[in-house]
């Protein structure tokens, strides 16, 4: 859960089979730094940058208010075309059936590969930690922690560089998008 300044409580004050209380804050856009990345070249830095804006935006698109519009601002191609897809995308997918995440503590890890082009990487292999609640109907029904392997494809779209793409990566495959490590 959130303080009133978006950061992580130490102790949680939610009843695990209920749904978090208005005073558990889901960080929206507007409270967010969720400043569009926008430069000529995405070095390692900004692009972990834009990937931890990402996982905090996932809080308000997958999360009860199943706002869309905001990942315009991070992502592009297949995975925007996956949220904005008002007929069988992921978010449809959970408004339809009264459903939600709740995500908790995201944190990047450790950086495994980048684009060798230092101020002009495409590609990036990371881990990222992430804790989520699954809401059905309001009622809690599980949760998840875990460290995943993922991979980021990063492209320029009008001057701001934009997520193109991404996978759980496992062993030397990523497994959602067949893409290979490079």
């Known amino acids: 859960p959130l303080d009133e300044n978006g950061d992580n409580k130490s ?12 005073d558990d804050k889901i960080a929206t856009n507007d409270e967010t730094e969720n400043t569009p990345i926008v ?26 208010s199943y ?3 905001v990942a315009h601002q991070f992502l592009m191609g297949s ?6 897809n008002k007929s069988e995308g992921a978010v ?11 995500y908790g503590h995201q944190e990047i890890g450790e950086i495994f590969q980048t684009d060798p082009h230092e101020n002009r ?5 990371l881990k990222i930690y992430e804790e989520r609640q ?19 494809e990063f492209m320029l779209d009008a001057g701001t560089w934009k997520i193109s793409d991404f996978c759980i990566c496992q062993d030397d495959e990523c497994m959602l998008c067949d893409k290979p490590y490079v």
């Open 134 to 152: 699954y809401y059905q109907r309001g009622r809690y029904q599980y949760s998840e922690a875990e460290w995943k392997s993922s991979k980021y």
């Open 92 to 102: 449809t997918w959970l408004d339809n059936n009264n459903a939600y995440y709740y």
């Open 121 to 125: 990487i495409t590609w990036m292999i």
């Open 11 to 22: 102790n949680s004050s939610s009843n695990d089979n209920e749904t978090p209380s208005s």
């Open 79 to 84: 995975p925007l075309a996956d949220i904005q």
């Open 67 to 69: 706002n869309r519009e």
């Open 39 to 64: 430069t000529n070249g995405l070095n390692r830095d900004s692009a972990s940058r834009l990937i931890e804006q990402w996982l905090e935006a996932k809080k308000v698109i997958f999360g009860p």
